[in-house]
Protein backbone atom coordinates (compact mmCIF):
# COMPACT_ATOMS: atom_id res chain seq x y z
CA UNK A 1 0.00 0.00 0.00
CA UNK A 2 1.17 3.29 -1.19
CA UNK A 3 2.16 5.76 1.97
CA UNK A 4 1.57 9.17 1.02
CA UNK A 5 -0.01 9.50 -2.76
CA UNK A 6 -0.04 12.22 -5.28
CA UNK A 7 -2.27 12.63 -8.01
CA UNK A 8 -0.77 13.57 -11.16
CA UNK A 9 2.04 12.56 -11.59
CA UNK A 10 2.57 14.61 -14.45
CA UNK A 11 0.46 17.50 -15.31
CA UNK A 12 1.77 20.18 -18.58
CA UNK A 13 -0.48 22.77 -19.26
CA UNK A 14 -0.72 26.38 -20.66
CA UNK A 15 0.18 29.63 -18.60
CA UNK A 16 -3.00 31.22 -17.37
CA UNK A 17 -4.62 28.49 -16.32
CA UNK A 18 -5.69 27.12 -12.94
CA UNK A 19 -4.93 23.25 -11.48
CA UNK A 20 -5.47 20.91 -8.81
CA UNK A 21 -2.70 18.44 -7.37
CA UNK A 22 -4.43 16.08 -4.96
CA UNK A 23 -2.64 14.36 -1.91
CA UNK A 24 -3.86 11.32 0.26
CA UNK A 25 -2.04 9.58 3.24
CA UNK A 26 -3.02 6.41 4.89
CA UNK A 27 -0.32 6.75 7.78
CA UNK A 28 -2.73 8.21 10.51
CA UNK A 29 -0.72 11.07 10.65
CA UNK A 30 -2.01 14.32 11.77
CA UNK A 31 0.19 16.62 9.41
CA UNK A 32 0.94 17.31 6.29
CA UNK A 33 2.88 19.41 3.86
CA UNK A 34 3.19 20.54 0.60
CA UNK A 35 6.94 21.26 -0.77
CA UNK A 36 8.29 22.59 -3.89
CA UNK A 37 11.55 21.67 -5.97
CA UNK A 38 12.86 23.80 -8.72
CA UNK A 39 15.23 22.75 -11.50
CA UNK A 40 18.66 22.78 -9.18
CA UNK A 41 16.61 20.42 -6.59
CA UNK A 42 16.57 22.60 -4.03
CA UNK A 43 13.62 21.63 -1.66
CA UNK A 44 11.45 24.44 -0.05
CA UNK A 45 8.25 24.31 2.21
CA UNK A 46 4.94 26.08 0.94
CA UNK A 47 2.53 24.71 3.61
CA UNK A 48 1.87 23.14 6.13
CA UNK A 49 -1.54 21.37 7.43
CA UNK A 50 -1.78 19.92 11.32
CA UNK A 51 -5.22 18.08 11.88
CA UNK A 52 -6.78 20.30 8.87
CA UNK A 53 -5.54 23.71 10.40
CA UNK A 54 -3.30 25.84 8.57
CA UNK A 55 0.19 26.17 10.63
CA UNK A 56 2.37 26.99 8.43
CA UNK A 57 2.15 29.21 5.30
CA UNK A 58 5.48 30.58 3.81
CA UNK A 59 5.88 33.63 1.15
CA UNK A 60 4.47 31.65 -1.45
CA UNK A 61 1.61 34.01 -3.70
CA UNK A 62 -1.98 33.84 -3.08
CA UNK A 63 -2.06 32.03 -6.22
CA UNK A 64 -1.24 29.19 -4.45
CA UNK A 65 -4.27 27.65 -1.85
CA UNK A 66 -4.18 24.51 0.14
CA UNK A 67 -7.08 22.58 1.29
CA UNK A 68 -7.56 20.23 3.66
CA UNK A 69 -11.13 18.44 3.70
CA UNK A 70 -9.34 15.99 6.25
CA UNK A 71 -6.27 15.28 8.11
CA UNK A 72 -5.59 12.35 5.34
CA UNK A 73 -5.89 15.03 2.43
CA UNK A 74 -4.19 18.16 1.53
CA UNK A 75 -5.08 19.45 -1.82
CA UNK A 76 -3.09 21.68 -4.08
CA UNK A 77 -5.29 24.46 -6.00
CA UNK A 78 -2.71 27.08 -8.16
CA UNK A 79 -4.80 29.86 -10.22
CA UNK A 80 -3.38 31.83 -13.44
CA UNK A 81 -0.13 29.68 -13.51
CA UNK A 82 2.72 31.11 -14.82
CA UNK A 83 6.08 29.75 -16.76
CA UNK A 84 8.12 30.45 -12.58
CA UNK A 85 5.52 27.63 -11.31
CA UNK A 86 6.89 24.95 -13.06
CA UNK A 87 8.44 22.70 -10.60
CA UNK A 88 8.31 19.57 -9.17
CA UNK A 89 5.23 19.24 -6.10
CA UNK A 90 5.56 17.17 -3.03
CA UNK A 91 3.30 16.29 -0.62
CA UNK A 92 4.81 14.75 2.64
CA UNK A 93 3.18 13.80 6.19
CA UNK A 94 4.44 13.26 9.65
CA UNK A 95 2.84 12.54 13.20
CA UNK A 96 3.32 15.38 14.71
CA UNK A 97 3.98 19.06 13.88
CA UNK A 98 7.18 20.41 15.74
CA UNK A 99 8.75 17.31 16.99
CA UNK A 100 12.76 17.62 15.90
CA UNK A 101 13.00 14.25 15.23
CA UNK A 102 9.92 13.28 13.13
CA UNK A 103 10.14 11.41 10.27
CA UNK A 104 8.72 12.74 6.98
CA UNK A 105 6.82 10.55 4.22
CA UNK A 106 7.02 11.98 1.28
CA UNK A 107 4.94 11.62 -2.25
CA UNK A 108 6.30 10.46 -5.51
CA UNK A 109 5.89 14.35 -6.65
CA UNK A 110 4.30 15.90 -9.13
CA UNK A 111 6.05 17.67 -11.65
CA UNK A 112 4.27 20.48 -13.03
CA UNK A 113 5.34 22.16 -16.40
CA UNK A 114 3.50 25.40 -17.69
CA UNK A 115 4.03 26.18 -21.11
CA UNK B 1 16.80 31.69 8.35
CA UNK B 2 18.72 29.07 8.66
CA UNK B 3 20.33 27.75 5.85
CA UNK B 4 22.26 24.39 5.33
CA UNK B 5 24.76 24.36 2.55
CA UNK B 6 25.94 21.00 1.48
CA UNK B 7 29.28 20.12 -0.56
CA UNK B 8 30.27 19.27 -3.41
CA UNK B 9 27.30 19.63 -4.93
CA UNK B 10 27.98 16.94 -7.52
CA UNK B 11 30.45 13.85 -7.17
CA UNK B 12 31.07 11.06 -9.55
CA UNK B 13 33.13 8.13 -8.72
CA UNK B 14 33.30 4.51 -9.51
CA UNK B 15 31.80 1.52 -7.50
CA UNK B 16 33.94 0.43 -4.43
CA UNK B 17 35.50 4.19 -3.64
CA UNK B 18 34.93 6.08 -0.40
CA UNK B 19 33.48 9.36 -0.34
CA UNK B 20 32.41 11.59 2.02
CA UNK B 21 29.35 14.43 1.73
CA UNK B 22 28.83 17.32 4.19
CA UNK B 23 26.35 19.56 5.40
CA UNK B 24 27.01 23.29 6.91
CA UNK B 25 25.25 25.85 8.45
CA UNK B 26 25.71 28.65 10.52
CA UNK B 27 23.03 28.26 13.16
CA UNK B 28 22.42 25.54 15.57
CA UNK B 29 20.18 22.79 14.86
CA UNK B 30 18.43 20.29 17.84
CA UNK B 31 19.14 17.64 15.07
CA UNK B 32 19.91 16.87 11.28
CA UNK B 33 18.19 14.30 9.26
CA UNK B 34 19.92 12.52 6.21
CA UNK B 35 17.39 12.00 3.31
CA UNK B 36 18.22 10.01 -0.22
CA UNK B 37 15.95 11.00 -3.35
CA UNK B 38 16.22 8.76 -6.81
CA UNK B 39 15.21 9.98 -9.77
CA UNK B 40 11.07 10.16 -10.08
CA UNK B 41 10.77 9.62 -6.60
CA UNK B 42 10.44 11.63 -3.29
CA UNK B 43 12.95 12.00 -0.82
CA UNK B 44 13.35 9.09 1.73
CA UNK B 45 14.41 9.00 5.45
CA UNK B 46 18.29 7.60 6.06
CA UNK B 47 18.99 8.81 9.78
CA UNK B 48 18.16 11.42 11.89
CA UNK B 49 21.02 12.58 14.29
CA UNK B 50 20.40 14.25 17.76
CA UNK B 51 23.41 14.69 20.00
CA UNK B 52 26.64 16.39 19.48
CA UNK B 53 29.23 14.33 18.10
CA UNK B 54 26.74 11.64 17.56
CA UNK B 55 27.82 8.93 14.74
CA UNK B 56 25.15 6.35 13.46
CA UNK B 57 26.29 3.89 11.02
CA UNK B 58 23.60 2.03 8.70
CA UNK B 59 25.71 -0.40 6.92
CA UNK B 60 28.09 1.50 4.39
CA UNK B 61 27.00 4.64 5.72
CA UNK B 62 28.12 6.69 8.45
CA UNK B 63 26.73 9.74 9.35
CA UNK B 64 28.12 11.94 11.99
CA UNK B 65 26.82 14.99 13.80
CA UNK B 66 29.25 18.44 14.78
CA UNK B 67 30.01 18.38 18.27
CA UNK B 68 28.32 21.77 18.18
CA UNK B 69 25.44 21.20 16.22
CA UNK B 70 25.63 23.15 13.01
CA UNK B 71 26.94 20.30 10.68
CA UNK B 72 26.85 16.90 9.56
CA UNK B 73 28.72 14.52 7.41
CA UNK B 74 27.74 11.29 5.01
CA UNK B 75 30.65 8.88 4.77
CA UNK B 76 29.96 6.40 2.02
CA UNK B 77 32.27 3.10 1.96
CA UNK B 78 32.57 0.79 -1.02
CA UNK B 79 30.20 2.79 -2.93
CA UNK B 80 27.66 1.06 -4.94
CA UNK B 81 25.70 2.03 -7.96
CA UNK B 82 22.77 1.33 -6.00
CA UNK B 83 23.92 4.55 -3.78
CA UNK B 84 22.91 6.85 -6.82
CA UNK B 85 21.22 9.42 -5.89
CA UNK B 86 20.16 12.94 -4.27
CA UNK B 87 21.41 13.19 -0.43
CA UNK B 88 19.79 16.27 1.35
CA UNK B 89 20.23 17.26 4.85
CA UNK B 90 17.50 18.52 6.62
CA UNK B 91 17.12 20.32 9.66
CA UNK B 92 14.19 21.21 11.51
CA UNK B 93 12.53 25.21 11.71
CA UNK B 94 9.60 26.39 12.53
CA UNK B 95 7.77 22.75 12.57
CA UNK B 96 8.48 21.80 8.90
CA UNK B 97 12.20 20.72 7.48
CA UNK B 98 14.28 22.88 6.53
CA UNK B 99 16.30 21.53 3.01
CA UNK B 100 20.27 21.70 2.05
CA UNK B 101 21.04 22.64 -1.63
CA UNK B 102 21.89 19.03 -1.99
CA UNK B 103 24.77 16.64 -3.23
CA UNK B 104 24.11 15.13 -6.67
CA UNK B 105 26.19 11.49 -6.42
CA UNK B 106 26.69 8.94 -9.88
CA UNK B 107 27.97 5.50 -8.42
CA UNK B 108 29.98 4.29 -12.12
CA UNK B 109 29.82 0.40 -12.40
Not at chain 1, 57 to 82: G, Q, W, Y
Not at chain 2, 5 to 34: K, M
Not at chain 2, 37 to 65: D, H, I, N
Request: aromatic share 10%; hydrophobic share 30%.
Amino acid sequence: DTAVSQTPKYLVTQMGNDKSIKCEQNLGHDTMYWYKQDSKKFLKIMFSYNNKELIINETVPNRFSPKSPDKAHLNLHINSLELGDSAVYFCASSRLAGTTTDTQYFGPGTRLTVL
Amino acid sequence: TQLLEQSPQFLSIQEGENLTVYCNSSSVFSSLQWYRQEPGEGPVLLVTVVTGGEVKKLKRLTFQFGDARKDSSLHITAAQTGDTGLYLCAGPTRRALTFGSGTRLQVQP
